[in-house]
């Protein structure tokens, strides 16, 4: 059965950080891992999407990383800044459109 | 181009009674899939519909069905409701498979 596990599980860094978010998975037979953010009391807001033959993406100051083999994600958010405040969940597609989410890990950037 | 779109946004209901809730995904998009919410289990898949044909299903009770119109718009219905089943539904739609999953902003389901 896939797992998938975010550390940590929640972070608060002063505006302007670089700062990286892990996730890591059990079963490396997945098609894709996608980045998610999600703001309080609202849905699921697609960042990035890895094929499961990339190693990384990137978008603006976002950029995530896939070690399939290790099963390891990482997302790295350049210069953090307050409106990046949310919940990242991390999830794995292990086919048919199903995902298996991580729990999330909370960031809070202070101005 | 619309989102994914999901109504009701918020429901009250009491324990014993059923609900439906309903999603229109994305327009070209045929793959929907459900998902429960809840602080405590996080993010859980229910099910997913492509070409109105019901391919993968979570580990939940038969208490929790859908099902997927021409349209492809999608219902997912609850019966015999229990305090456990508050949570916040979530609905996704892509456009190919595998491809990038698109959400709704959720019905919020609220058991008394």
């Known amino acids: 059965k896939q797992e998938v596990t975010q550390i940590p599980a929640a972070l608060s860094v002063p505006e302007g950080e670089n700062l990286v978010l892990n996730c890591s998975f059990t079963?490396?037979?997945?098609?894709?891992l996608q980045w998610f953010r999600q703001d309080p009391g609202k849905g699921l807001t697609s960042l990035l999407l890895i094929q499961s033959s990339q190693r990384e993406q990137t978008s603006g100051r976002l950029n995530a990383s896939l070690d399939k083999s290790s099963g390891r994600s990482t997302l790295y958010i350049a210069a953090s800044q307050p409106g990046d405040s949310a919940t990242y969940l991390c999830?794995?597609?292990?086919?048919?459109?199903?995902?298996?989410f991580g729990k999330g890990t909370m960031l809070l950037v202070s101005p | 181009k619309a989102g994914v779109t999901q109504t009701p946004r918020y429901l009250i209901k009491t324990r014993g009674q059923q609900v439906t809730l309903s999603c229109s995904p994305i327009?070209?998009?045929?793959?929907v899939s459900w998902y429960q919410q809840t602080p405590g289990q996080g993010l859980q898949f229910l099910f997913e519909y492509f070409s109105e044909t019901q391919r993968n299903k979570g580990n939940f009770p038969g208490r929790f069905s859908g099902r997927q119109f021409s349209n492809s718009r999608s219902e997912m219905n609850v019966s015999t409701l229990e305090l456990g089943d508050s949570a916040l539904y979530l609905c996704a739609s892509s456009l190919v498979q595998p491809d990038t999953q698109y959400f709704g902003p959720g019905t919020r389901l609220t058991v008394l």
């Open positions: 327009s070209g998009h045929r793959s």
């Open positions: 999830a794995v597609n292990v086919g048919y459109s199903t995902l298996t």
């Open positions: 079963d490396s037979a997945i098609y894709n």
